[in-house]
T-cell receptor
């Protein structure tokens, strides 16, 4: 099965500062999904990347897929308290089910 | 579009009891998935439906677990003779259902948190 490793496991950032989360796959990435989860709640879909070199942005969140390195990154610019939560990357293995990383917990300090 | 809903949101039960969870997918979504998530981990796939047909089950789904999706609409996940190790968040997701080589975004419900005492 595909394994995804996320780094860092957790991070604390000052409000207004930028942050980056990485997701590395043990196999070729056919589709990479980023979700956000508040503690004890469900997953909220952020973005999906499919093509090598693809980059997508939504508000202050940008995600990139480096297919050659089997890696994706999620970057948040000028972080706000609303960005706090657990960020999860999920890989589509073309067999419908998603394999997830363990998540990165983001804390934004005022 | 009301999103994926799950009921109940929380369930506390004693070891050995049976529990049933319900998931209502986004309308017109053909695919429905069940995942389990334990503290500090990402969701793990349990099973998947294409309309009413259950097409895949993870080895995590022991014979105490059973899932159904009658008429291809809502789904239920039943756990018989619960064990303390079953304590987890059970997440349901649905997707529109495209061709086999198309990516197909899964939208998740709020989850059902099960605690087995």
């Amino acid at each position: 099965s595909q394994e995804l490793e996320q780094s860092p496991q957790s991070l604390i950032v000052q409000e207004g500062k930028n942050l980056t989360i990485n997701c590395t796959s043990s196999k070729t990435l056919y589709g990479l999904y980023w979700y956000k989860q508040k503690y004890g709640e469900g997953l909220i879909f952020l973005m999906m990347l499919q093509k090598g070199g693809e980059e997508k942005s939504h508000e202050k969140i940008t995600a990139k897929l480096d297919e050659k390195k089997q890696q994706s990154s999620l970057h948040i610019t000028a972080s706000q308290p609303s960005h706090a939560g657990i960020y999860l990357c999920g890989a589509d293995n073309t067999d419908y089910k998603l394999s997830f990383g363990a998540g990165t917990t983001v804390t934004v300090r005022a | 579009d009301t999103g994926v809903s799950q009921d109940p949101r929380h369930k506390i039960t004693k070891r050995g009891q049976n529990v049933t969870f319900r998931c209502d997918p986004i309308s017109e979504h053909n695919r429905l998935y069940w995942y389990r998530q334990t503290l500090g981990q990402g969701p793990e796939f349990l099973t998947y439906f294409q309309n009413e047909a259950q097409l895949e089950k993870s080895r995590l789904l022991s014979d105490r677990f059973s899932a159904e999706r009658p008429k291809g609409s809502f789904s239920t996940l039943e756990i018989q003779r619960t064990e303390q190790g079953d304590s987890a968040m059970y997440l349901c997701a649905s997707s529109l259902g495209k061709g086999p080589w198309d990516t197909d975004t899964q939208y998740f419900g709020p989850g059902t948190r099960l605690t087995v005492l």
